[in-house]
């Protein structure tokens, strides 16, 4: 490591949030070791975020030439047996288990031992007919099909009605509704915003054909309804055990903390609050029960996580940050899988508020510290990116150039420059805006020569998070800002997420990240009806190329694609929010483990019927 580096290390600084995106379109994403909301698979925001038309190969084949996808194990596996979880955090989790409701990557990890998702996807991320439920799609009149199997039940043994598909819509559509999802996806369900508005009973757009079939009616139709968008839910809610619950109270309720029922391989037995979730195998899971007898999900804070899986203590880590790897790079009781992740961390500017009353981003640009484009132009040039990855994550994250994720190969565009460090070019574009050194202390003062202080929120993380920080606050002071923390100190997880998403005064700028889930649509995060547009950004050109990206029109690819283009040129150019990393999961597994699997196109999640163990405890590492 050369000179400047070492002279680095004592400065670095930890950013990224995750946000998930969360929801079923770009959701909520993934836990990860910085914080990430995530959105799901059909708005959360690409969840939201997370997530996303079609994107072509995952990329798998680069990511197999760092670390494998997969591990068999050809050990015969013993009888039963609990997986144990490390979820790496150092603080509680939520604990909000309900695809509806739940806000950040962590709950998402949990759930995925117990998920409620109706479909499953290819490759390319699309949705096909191999899960509960399949879609048929009628483009010419704007309807979609949704089909369910016979004979699926819940957890408790209830049968899994056309009523549960419908309950979601009814939970977000409500007036009520304490969560993020109500958006412009959502509201592109016909008779979901005569519902929201205390119009209707019900959304006339939902229709039950039968006992396995429900009709939905949009008001237009896009690639986006292939990769779970367009309004389309992903997940069931069980109406036998929370449709007479108070909308208003729901985020509350045993039946969403305590005792929530599964579609999924495993279901909940026993919470602690914020600590652990203990799973056990659901003997009326649709694809048979499963191999074993539970699952074990315990937070494990960053500190001693290594320690604990060279010990042979769990099975699996995720949110695993990429900065343990020197931790456990030896250990031969594991294996590392690795792949490129659906997601990006970013530097976010607060331009406005949400008016939380009209569910309406309201932009002002005036009234806001980092209204002028140049300042916010020159607060991504001065950010050295390129040094964290090396020296903190051992360039297993990347400078991100765009806030599409290259996994989504068909809409990624590696041309596109980003914002690369440069504080020559930084200090340049603050003196043609006016913001100049007036008393020559070497901090620049504001255009009419008052002091300038920016307020940065940031997440506290494990113990390189206060170095990342304090490396970031240089870069920014070398081109003469004065930026400093928001509260004087890095924020708790869920306190930073409560405080950005409340638009709070003290926050002028904040480090944040993106779970985006499999739908690569951006309207769930950016839009002006999206809760999770945290810069709080909009214009009539955004607002437009939004809705060409999900048009009828975008069924042409080429046209999307050109869509794609100018929104990622237009955000550059603009720079209300700057993506900042791509990141590389890793997640170890112990060797005991059988059929475990990462691979977008074959997850473990998809398939936990099979996954075994060959020995009663965890094997240990020698060295």
Same mark, same amino acid.
């Given at each position: 490591m050369n000179k400047k580096l070492w002279g680095l290390l004592a400065l670095l600084l930890a950013f990224m949030l995750v946000l998930a995106a969360c929801s079923s379109d770009g959701e909520e994403t993934t836990g990860t070791d910085d914080g990430t909301k995530t959105e799901e698979a059909t708005p959360e925001e690409g969840t939201e975020e997370g997530t996303e038309g079609e994107a072509e190969e +995952?990329?798998?084949?680069?990511?197999?030439? %760092?670390?494998p996808l997969a591990i068999e194990?050809?050990?015969?596996?013993?009888?039963?047996?609990?997986l144990k979880v490390a979820l790496s955090k150092d603080e509680p989790f939520q604990g909000i288990f309900s695809y509806v409701l739940y806000e950040d990557a962590y709950d998402d990890e949990i759930m995925k031992y117990a998920? =409620?998702? $109706?479909?499953e996807t290819d490759g390319d991320f699309l949705l096909t007919d191999e899960g509960i439920a399949s879609i048929e799609v009628d483009q010419d009149n704007n309807k979609v099909l949704v089909k369910i199997r016979e004979g699926v039940k819940w957890?408790?043994?209830? &049968? %899994?009605?056309?009523?549960? %598909?419908?309950? +979601?819509?009814?939970?977000?559509?409500? @007036?009520?509704y304490t969560g993020v999802r109500y958006d412009v996806d959502f509201q592109n369900i016909i008779g979901a915003v005569e519902y929201h508005d205390g119009k209707a009973d019900t959304?006339?757009?939902? @229709?039950?054909?039968?006992?396995?079939?429900?009709? /939905?009616?949009? =008001?237009?139709?896009?690639?986006?309804?292939?990769?779970?968008?367009?309004? $389309? *839910?992903?997940?069931?809610?069980?109406?036998? /055990?929370? @449709?007479?619950?108070?909308?208003?109270?729901?985020?509350?309720?045993?039946?969403? !903390?305590? =005792?929530?029922v599964t579609l999924g391989a495993f279901k909940i037995d026993k919470i602690v609050p914020g600590e652990s979730v203990q799973l056990?195998?659901?003997?009326?899971? *649709?694809?048979?029960?499963?191999? $074993?007898?539970?699952?074990?999900?315990?937070?494990?804070?960053?500190?001693?996580?290594?320690?604990? %899986?060279?010990?042979?203590?769990?099975?699996?880590?995720?949110?695993?940050?990429?900065? @343990? /790897?020197?931790e456990i790079k030896d250990a031969d009781n594991m294996d590392v899988l690795g792949r490129q992740e659906l997601y990006y961390s970013y530097l976010g500017f607060k331009l406005g508020k949400y008016d939380y009353e009209n569910n309406v981003v309201v932009t002002d640009i005036e009234g806001s510290k980092t209204g002028d484009v140049k300042l916010r132009q020159a607060m991504g040039y001065a950010l050295d990116v390129e040094q964290v990855a090396e020296v903190f994550y051992n360039n297993l994250r990347e400078r991100a150039n765009s806030l599409i994720p290259p996994v989504f190969a068909s809409f990624y565009d590696a041309s596109l420059e980003g914002y690369t460090y440069d504080p020559d070019k930084a200090a340049a574009l603050l003196d043609e805006a006016g913001f100049?050194?007036?008393?020559?202390?070497?901090? !620049?003062?504001?255009?009419?020569?008052? &002091?300038l202080e920016i307020k940065f929120a940031t997440m506290a993380g494990d113990d390189i998070a206060e170095d990342i920080t304090q490396f970031y606050l240089q870069n920014w002071k070398d081109v003469g800002l004065n930026v400093t923390l928001t509260t004087g100190r890095t924020i708790e997880f869920n306190s930073f997420y409560d405080k950005v998403q409340a638009d709070d005064p003290e926050i002028d700028i904040f480090m944040a990240a993106w779970g985006t889930g499999t739908n690569p649509s951006p309207a769930g995060l950016y839009s002006k009806t999206a809760e999770y547009n945290f810069s709080r950004y909009s214009s009539d050109f955004l607002e437009e190329t939004l809705t060409n990206i999900d048009s009828p029109k975008a069924f042409d690819a080429d046209y999307r694609a050109k869509e794609f283009r100018a929104w990622q040129e237009y955000m550059v150019e603009q720079a209300p929010i700057i993506p900042t990393m791509y990141r590389y999961e890793l997640v170890p597994v112990n060797k005991r483990v059988k059929n475990w699997s990462i691979d977008y196109t074959n997850e473990s999640h998809s398939n936990l019927q099979d996954v075994e163990l060959v020995s009663d405890t965890g094997v240990k590492s020698s060295k």
């Open positions: +995952p990329v798998a084949e680069d990511s197999d030439a %760092l670390f194990n050809d050990g015969e596996a013993i009888s039963g047996g609990t998920s =409620n998702s $109706l479909f957890s408790d043994g209830e &049968p %899994l009605k056309i009523e549960d %598909l419908i309950q +979601p819509y009814l939970i977000i559509g409500h @007036k009520d959304i006339s757009g939902l @229709k039950k054909i039968d006992e396995t079939t429900l009709e /939905m009616s949009f =008001n237009k139709l896009s690639p986006a309804i292939f990769s779970g968008g367009d309004g $389309l *839910w992903t997940y069931a809610e069980p109406s036998h /055990m929370i @449709k007479d619950i108070p909308i208003a109270e729901l985020v509350e309720s045993d039946a969403v !903390r305590k =005792n929530p056990v195998a659901n003997e009326h899971f *649709w694809k048979g029960k499963p191999k $074993l007898d539970g699952v074990l999900v315990k937070v494990v804070p960053t500190s001693s996580i290594s320690v604990a %899986l060279k010990q042979g203590e769990y099975d699996v880590a995720i949110s695993f940050n990429a900065s @343990k /790897m020197e100049k050194d007036v008393d020559g202390d070497g901090i !620049r003062e504001d255009k009419a020569g008052k &002091p």
